[in-house]
């Protein structure tokens, strides 16, 4: 499986953007798939996470603003950030591992190379 962020970009602050991420190739369904972000200088950081059937866990500072969904027959995840905060522009990565998901990011085998998030005061 190889991943492909989209939908990155500057935004102000209160505003929203759908992140996407195509997965081609290799057996989806049966990959959980996970959304991480990183600032420059810090360590990359867990966002939310969905399994192949709608098992969903979010970090608490995504909680009630972001909704990880995904398509099985597109291949396809997403996750649409609402409220959008300063402290929310970072690196934006999709990130795939077999079935179970996980807030660790040493969990995940594969990455995409990121979209970036700006958001303006």
């Known amino acids: 499986v190889q991943l492909d962020e989209s939908g990155g970009g500057l935004v102000q602050a209160g505003g929203s953007l759908r992140l996407s991420c195509a997965a081609s190739?290799?057996?989806?369904?049966?990959?959980?798939m996970g959304w991480f972000r990183q600032a420059p200088g810090k360590e990359r950081e867990f966002v939310a996470a969905i399994n192949w059937s709608g098992n969903l866990n979010y970090a608490e500072s995504a909680k009630g603003r972001f909704t990880i969904y995904r398509d099985n027959a597109k291949k396809m995840v997403w996750l649409q950030m609402n409220s959008l905060k300063t402290d929310d522009a970072d690196v934006y990565y999709c990130?795939?591992?077999?079935?179970?998901?996980?807030?660790?990011?040493?969990?995940?085998?594969?990455w995409g190379q990121g979209t970036q998030v700006t958001v303006s005061s």
């Open positions: 990130a795939g591992r077999l079935r179970v998901i996980s807030t660790n990011e040493n969990m995940y085998n594969k």
């Open positions: 190739a290799g057996s989806f369904t049966s990959w959980a």
